[in-house]
C-alpha cells in the first residue's frame, strides 16, 4: 500500500505570493496620487469639499478642462513647453552621442581628466549655477527668450556618462571594420554605434524629456514675468492663486492632469526601451 503525502506548497511560490503583494502595494501607492488628481479633475466644486472626501464622483463632467482654458493661454503654454522639451532633449541626445563616442572609443592626451572634470559638475546643485548660467544668457541677449531656457541645456553631463557606459560595449572590432569599409565617423556613429545603445538613448530621452518639461526654476528666472512665453508648468501656478477655498480645487487639478499628459504617452511609447537599459545594466553590474 502507498503512502500518501500531504500537499505541501513549495517555499518558493510562498515567496513569490509575498514579493507579488508587496509589488502590487507599492505600484497602488506610487499611482493613487495620478488616480486621486484624475477623479478630482471629475467632481464638482461641491464634491470637491465634501468632508470625509468623495472617492468617486457622483456626476463626473468635463467642466474644469474647458474652464482650465479661460484661465490660462492653454495652448501657448503647451507649444512653448513642447518646444523647450523637444529641442532641448533632441540635443542632449545627439551631443551626449558624440561626446560619449569619444569618450569611450577615443584615445587622445586629458581624456580620463576632462572625463573626471565632467562627472564632477553632476555633483553641483542646480541652484549653484543658476546665477552663473542667467549673467551668460544676459550677455548673449537671450533673456525672457524661450532661446535662453533651451541654450543653457544643450549639453548634458549625465546623458555623456550614460552613453559612454553603454558605448564602451560596443565590440571595436565592429567600428574598425567600418572603418576599413570606409565609413566615417558620423555613419559609424549614427548607423552602428547608436542602434546599439537604442535602449540607452531611449531612457535618456525619457529622462531629459520628463526634467525639461516639468522645469520651473531656470524658465522662469530667464523668462522675467513674459507670460506669452510661459511653459505650462509655470501657467498653472496661476491657478493656485486663482482657487479660492478649495471651491476650484477642481480646475486646478484638471490643469495638473493636462500637463502630465505628455510624460505619460512617451513613457508608453518608450517603457520597452526604458526597461531593456535597465536590465541590461543589471546585467553588466
Request: a positive charge; aromatic letters at 12%; charged letters at 10%.
Given at each position: 500500500?502507498?503512502?500518501?503525502?500531504p500537499?505541501r506548497?513549495?517555499?518558493?511560490t510562498?515567496?513569490?505570493?509575498?514579493?507579488t503583494?508587496v509589488?502590487?502595494?507599492i505600484a497602488v501607492?506610487?499611482?493613487?496620487?495620478l488616480?486621486?488628481?484624475?477623479l478630482s479633475?471629475l467632481?464638482t466644486p461641491e464634491?470637491s469639499?465634501q468632508v470625509p472626501p468623495v472617492?468617486w464622483?457622483?456626476?463626473?463632467?468635463?467642466?474644469?478642462?474647458t474652464?482650465?482654458?479661460?484661465v490660462?493661454?492653454?495652448g501657448?503654454?503647451?507649444?512653448n513647453?513642447a518646444?523647450i522639451?523637444l529641442?532641448?532633449t533632441?540635443?542632449?541626445v545627439?551631443?551626449?552621442l558624440?561626446a560619449?563616442?569619444?569618450?569611450?572609443?577615443?584615445?587622445f592626451k586629458?581624456?580620463d581628466w576632462?572625463?573626471?572634470v565632467?562627472?564632477?559638475t553632476?555633483?553641483l546643485?542646480?541652484i549653484?549655477t543658476?546665477i552663473?548660467?542667467?549673467?551668460l544668457?544676459?550677455y548673449?541677449?537671450?533673456?525672457?527668450?524661450l532661446?535662453?531656457v533651451?541654450v543653457?541645456?544643450?549639453?548634458?553631463?549625465?546623458?555623456?556618462f550614460l552613453?559612454r557606459q553603454?558605448i564602451?560595449?560596443v565590440?571595436d572590432d565592429?567600428?574598425?571594420a567600418a572603418?576599413?569599409?570606409?565609413?566615417?565617423?558620423?555613419?559609424i556613429?549614427?548607423k552602428?554605434?547608436?542602434?546599439?545603445?537604442?535602449?540607452?538613448?531611449?531612457?535618456?530621452t525619457?529622462?531629459?524629456?520628463?526634467?525639461?518639461w516639468?522645469s520651473?526654476?531656470?524658465p522662469?528666472t530667464v523668462?522675467?514675468?513674459?507670460t506669452?512665453q510661459?511653459p505650462?508648468v509655470?501657467?498653472?501656478s496661476?491657478l493656485?492663486s486663482?482657487?479660492r477655498?478649495?471651491m476650484?480645487?477642481?480646475l486646478v487639478?484638471a490643469g495638473?492632469t493636462?500637463?502630465?499628459?505628455?510624460?505619460?504617452i512617451?513613457?508608453?511609447?518608450?517603457?520597452?526601451?526604458?526597461v531593456d537599459?535597465?536590465?541590461?545594466t543589471?546585467?553588466?553590474?
Amino acid at each position: 500500500m502507498s503512502s500518501m503525502r500531504p500537499y505541501r506548497r513549495h517555499p518558493r511560490t510562498w515567496r513569490r505570493g509575498a514579493l507579488t503583494v508587496v509589488i502590487l502595494a507599492i505600484a497602488v501607492a506610487a499611482a493613487f496620487p495620478l488616480v486621486w488628481m484624475v477623479l478630482s479633475s471629475l467632481k464638482t466644486p461641491e464634491e470637491s469639499m465634501q468632508v470625509p472626501p468623495v472617492w468617486w464622483p457622483g456626476s463626473p463632467n468635463l467642466n474644469a478642462f474647458t474652464e482650465v482654458a479661460g484661465v490660462v493661454n492653454l495652448g501657448r503654454s503647451f507649444v512653448n513647453s513642447a518646444f523647450i522639451a523637444l529641442v532641448t532633449t533632441v540635443a542632449i541626445v545627439v551631443t551626449s552621442l558624440m561626446a560619449g563616442y569619444a569618450f569611450a572609443k577615443y584615445r587622445f592626451k586629458g581624456r580620463d581628466w576632462l572625463f573626471a572634470v565632467l562627472i564632477a559638475t553632476m555633483f553641483l546643485p542646480p541652484i549653484v549655477t543658476l546665477i552663473p548660467l542667467y549673467r551668460l544668457t544676459g550677455y548673449l541677449g537671450l533673456n525672457a527668450n524661450l532661446l535662453g531656457v533651451v541654450v543653457p541645456n544643450l549639453a548634458n553631463a549625465f546623458g555623456i556618462f550614460l552613453m559612454r557606459q553603454y558605448i564602451k560595449g560596443v565590440p571595436d572590432d565592429l567600428i574598425d571594420a567600418a572603418r576599413v569599409d570606409g565609413a566615417s565617423e558620423f555613419l559609424i556613429l549614427f548607423k552602428i554605434v547608436a542602434p546599439s545603445v537604442l535602449p540607452a538613448i531611449a531612457a535618456l530621452t525619457l529622462f531629459a524629456f520628463v526634467y525639461h518639461w516639468n522645469s520651473y526654476l531656470w524658465p522662469l528666472t530667464v523668462l522675467q514675468g513674459n507670460t506669452d512665453q510661459y511653459p505650462i508648468v509655470i501657467s498653472l501656478s496661476r491657478l493656485l492663486s486663482y482657487n479660492r477655498g478649495a471651491m476650484n480645487t477642481g480646475l486646478v487639478m484638471a490643469g495638473a492632469t493636462l500637463a502630465v499628459l505628455p510624460p505619460v504617452i512617451l513613457f508608453v511609447f518608450l517603457q520597452r526601451f526604458f526597461v531593456d537599459s535597465i536590465v541590461a545594466t543589471g546585467v553588466k553590474g
